[in-house]
């Protein structure tokens, strides 16, 4: 008796064991990020801007409840996009931002930014990775 006892044991030891160590397998797909022309017809009015190739977008609303601070300027913004034009949209252009409106980096998040215009900030997260 004691003999079926132990072969109970490691076998059901044996069968843990092999299914501790069994790992499955997952692909994880990412797609890349709209570019700024895409953003623009999924939403004619879009508020985004572009800078180092990376298409910043505002009135998310949980990046709008986020307490931030602005760091450092970055830049500033230099010409509006119009989608009537044929020109690609390019670094440093907004659709809705005024040129010269102010682009800052915050202390808290690098896929964030702060926007300074006329006395108003808007906070901006980038729709894809740098």
């Known amino acids: 008796m004691q003999f079926k006892k132990i072969i109970i044991y490691l076998f059901v ?5 092999i299914g501790c160590g069994y790992k499955v397998k997952t692909t994880e797909y990412k797609t890349p990020a ?13 508020d985004i801007f572009m800078l180092g190739n990376r298409v910043y977008k505002t009135d998310i609303d949980w990046v709008n409840q986020l307490n931030l601070t602005k760091k450092n300027e970055i830049g500033e913004i230099e010409s509006k996009y119009s989608i009537s034009s044929d020109e690609p949209f390019k670094n ?3 659709t809705k931002l005024p040129t010269g409106s102010k ?9 964030v930014l702060i926007v300074q215009y006329k006395g ?7 729709l894809s990775e740098g």
């Open 103 to 111: 682009i800052f980096s915050t202390n808290e998040r690098k896929d």
């Open 13 to 17: 030891i044996s069968i843990f064991l």
């Open 34 to 46: 709209p570019s700024a022309e895409e953003e623009v017809k999924l939403d004619k009015n879009a």
């Open 92 to 94: 440093k252009m907004a």
């Open 120 to 126: 108003i900030e808007k906070k901006y997260y980038a």
